[in-house]
């Protein structure tokens, strides 16, 4: 089992910076792939980016290519996204999760965190 902690979400305005962290705690942390998620109203969830213990990383949606970035400091046990040049599109609820380490990286994740909700107004 691993528990997943999200913080850092807000409300902004367009064009400003967040970055959000996701603390594991539980078994080692390189047992597991991460990845964030995002939920925005009315639409299904959608794999935003990735994370293998290695650093390898893959950012999915065309929209935030170039704008986000995933990253993991393996010592913290924490996982960041870094969201710049936020637009209103952005705004969901953001989740971290996580996964055994096989297998593909934007699926079968099976540890949730609660959310963490990003507004940026525009």
């Known amino acids: 089992q691993v528990q997943l902690v999200e913080s850092g979400g807000g409300l902004v305005q367009a064009g400003a910076s967040l970055r959000l962290s996701c603390a594991a705690s539980?078994?080692?942390?390189?047992?597991?792939?991460m990845g964030w998620f995002r939920q925005a109203p009315g639409k299904e969830r959608e794999f935003v980016a990735g994370i293998r213990w290695s650093g390898s990383s893959s950012v999915n949606v065309d929209s935030v290519k170039g704008r986000f970035t995933i990253s993991r400091d393996n010592a913290k046990n924490t996982v960041y996204l870094q969201m710049n040049s936020l637009k209103p599109e952005d705004t969901a609820i953001y989740y971290c999760?996580?996964?055994?380490?096989?297998?593909?990286?934007?699926?079968?994740?099976?540890?949730w965190g609660q959310g963490t909700q990003v507004t940026v107004s525009s």
């Open positions: 999760a996580a996964k055994n380490a096989v297998g593909p990286l934007d699926r079968q994740y099976n540890y």
């Open positions: 539980g078994r080692p942390f390189s047992m597991y792939y």
